[in-house]
């Protein structure tokens, strides 16, 4: 029976929202993944490593090329909002008044992963397959070392707001030190996509986008909240142009776009509202789409294991910096551990930055699929490590620096 693209296109739609809310219903994973997560591991699933692999013919009618090609387009739109949201949220105000504490934390936090990733891409640039067919030596480094470094801001704000502790004074600085490294991670990025063959392209942008922010700025401030909502989506289409224009990436202008917006010209019920929308209608897609990336080609084993010591190495170097900051700051008891194992979350955030990194050729597909497993393993740790040191100092949420 021959069916229109629309038709199989509203099929891999309802696979694409089905299954993985079935799995994380029936198997109750809330605990150890909430949906977001599971969303992720069955977008892997769903991709050409597994289902792919074992059902060629399914995997081709289902998501053949014209498919692909729609859910492309949702998956872009969509991730540029979300990208967008994250920005606004940012406080820098906030972090700006404690900034030596901040910085310091957040510097350690992000530095010493950076440092220890860095130096396994270094090990895997000795094997062939692991390097993008455009990336340059420090390119793939730098990117590496980045995603064990990164933090994911919103999926920590859903954990935090889960553990009832997101308006507390713990939960104001977590947001503060994530805050801060999410501003390093855009940061990194533009320079790792700088392209100096269009480097004019890429300084005309950047000056406009000063020039047009501080016009932008002053507009929102005199419209009411209701225009300010189609102002900003305008705003975000026209910016994520000029990024991808000049060579930066749209994802890149996306969080310009946001970043310049202050969270108090909205409401702050309706950006929540916002990002669990997106989290339900449109991310998933973007789940798929990654999912779609995935390759077992350097062998199945070996890309296992280059997760598992990249996982590691995220996890001791965010604990080990964390750490180092609470020795130097004189916190108390606890709070290092605690806020080193939030800070693991790396869904979203890193699965953004190294499909960037996979657009641009800096990683091949085979690494792309490797760092997957290691961000869904690192934020699989965080609630099952900070549930039971809650229970057993439920005033640790209460410290303030």
Same mark, same amino acid.
């Given at each position: 029976?021959?069916?229109?693209?629309?038709?199989?296109?509203?099929?891999?739609?309802?696979?694409?929202?089905?299954?993985?809310?079935?799995?994380?219903?029936?198997?109750?994973?809330?605990?150890?993944?909430?949906?977001?997560?599971?969303?992720?591991?069955?977008?892997?699933?769903?991709? =050409?490593?597994?289902?792919?692999?074992?059902?060629? $013919?399914?995997?081709? !009618?289902?998501?053949?090329?014209?498919?692909?090609?729609?859910?492309?387009?949702?998956?872009?739109? %969509?991730?540029?909002? !979300?990208?967008?949201?994250?920005?606004? /949220?940012?406080?820098?105000?906030?972090?700006?008044?404690? #900034?030596?504490?901040?910085?310091?934390?957040?510097?350690?936090?992000?530095?010493? =992963?950076?440092?220890?990733?860095?130096?396994?891409?270094?090990?895997?640039?000795?094997?062939?397959?692991?390097?993008?067919?455009?990336?340059? &030596?420090?390119?793939?480094?730098? %990117?590496?070392?980045?995603?064990?470094?990164?933090?994911?801001?919103?999926?920590?704000?859903?954990?935090?707001?889960?553990?009832?502790?997101?308006?507390?004074?713990?939960?104001?600085?977590?947001?503060?030190?994530?805050?801060?490294?999410?501003?390093?991670?855009?940061?990194?990025?533009?320079?790792?996509?700088?392209?100096?063959?269009?480097?004019?392209?890429?300084?005309?942008?950047?000056?406009?986008?000063?020039?047009?922010?501080?016009?932008? #700025?002053?507009?929102?401030?005199?419209?009411? /909240?209701?225009?300010?909502?189609?102002?900003?989506?305008?705003?975000?289409?026209?910016?994520?142009?000029?990024?991808?224009?000049?060579?930066?990436?749209?994802?890149?202008?996306?969080?310009?776009?946001?970043?310049?917006?202050? $969270?108090?010209?909205?409401?702050?019920?309706?950006?929540?509202?916002?990002?669990?929308?997106?989290?339900?209608?449109?991310?998933?897609?973007?789940?798929?789409?990654?999912?779609?990336?995935? &390759?077992?080609?350097?062998?199945?084993?070996?890309? !296992?294991?280059?997760?598992?010591?990249?996982?590691?190495?995220?996890?001791? %170097?965010?604990?080990?910096?964390?750490?180092?900051?609470?020795?130097?700051?004189?916190?108390?008891?606890?709070?290092?551990?605690?806020?080193?194992?939030?800070?693991?979350?790396?869904?979203?955030?890193?699965?953004?930055?190294?499909?960037?990194?996979?657009?641009?050729?800096?990683?091949?597909?085979?690494?792309?699929?490797?760092?997957?497993?290691?961000?869904? %393993?690192?934020?699989?740790?965080?609630? =099952?490590?900070?549930?039971?040191?809650?229970?057993?100092? =439920?005033?640790?949420?209460?410290?303030?620096?």
């Amino acid at each position: 029976m021959h069916m229109t693209t629309t038709e199989v296109f509203l099929i891999a739609i309802a696979i694409i929202f089905s299954v993985p809310y079935l799995v994380w219903r029936i198997f109750k994973t809330d605990y150890y993944a909430p949906l977001v997560v599971v969303q992720i591991m069955m977008g892997i699933v769903l991709g =050409p490593g597994v289902l792919g692999k074992y059902f060629p $013919a399914y995997f081709d !009618f289902v998501f053949n090329k014209e498919v692909v090609q729609s859910l492309s387009g949702i998956a872009w739109w %969509g991730v540029m909002i !979300f990208v967008c949201v994250a920005g606004v /949220e940012l406080d820098l105000k906030r972090t700006w008044q404690n #900034r030596k504490e901040s910085g310091l934390t957040a510097g350690l936090a992000l530095g010493v =992963p950076l440092v220890l990733g860095g130096i396994v891409a270094a090990a895997m640039l000795n094997y062939p397959g692991w390097i993008g067919a455009k990336g340059q &030596n420090w390119q793939f480094v730098v %990117g590496m070392g980045m995603s064990c470094a990164v933090t994911a801001l919103p999926i920590l704000i859903l954990l935090m707001e889960k553990l009832e502790m997101l308006r507390t004074p713990m939960g104001q600085r977590i947001l503060r030190y994530a805050s801060l490294d999410d501003i390093a991670i855009w940061g990194v990025l533009a320079i790792v996509m700088m392209d100096w063959i269009r480097i004019g392209r890429q300084a005309a942008f950047l000056l406009l986008f000063v020039v047009a922010t501080w016009g932008f #700025r002053r507009l929102m401030q005199a419209l009411d /909240e209701r225009d300010r909502w189609y102002i900003a989506v305008i705003w975000l289409a026209i910016v994520a142009f000029g990024a991808d224009w000049s060579g930066l990436h749209y994802m890149v202008g996306a969080f310009l776009a946001g970043v310049v917006m202050d $969270a108090h010209w909205f409401s702050e019920e309706k950006l929540d509202n916002l990002r669990r929308d997106l989290l339900l209608v449109m991310m998933p897609v973007y789940f798929l789409s990654t999912g779609l990336k995935t &390759n077992f080609d350097v062998g199945g084993l070996a890309v !296992f294991l280059v997760a598992a010591v990249l996982l590691v190495v995220s996890v001791v %170097g965010k604990l080990a910096g964390v750490h180092l900051a609470g020795r130097i700051l004189k916190w108390g008891r606890g709070e290092a551990s605690f806020i080193g194992w939030l800070l693991q979350t790396k869904a979203l955030i890193m699965i953004i930055f190294v499909n960037v990194l996979l657009d641009k050729e800096i990683i091949s597909n085979t690494t792309f699929t490797a760092l997957l497993l290691m961000a869904v %393993g690192s934020t699989m740790l965080s609630i =099952p490590r900070v549930s039971p040191m809650l229970k057993r100092d =439920p005033e640790l949420v209460q410290r303030d620096v």
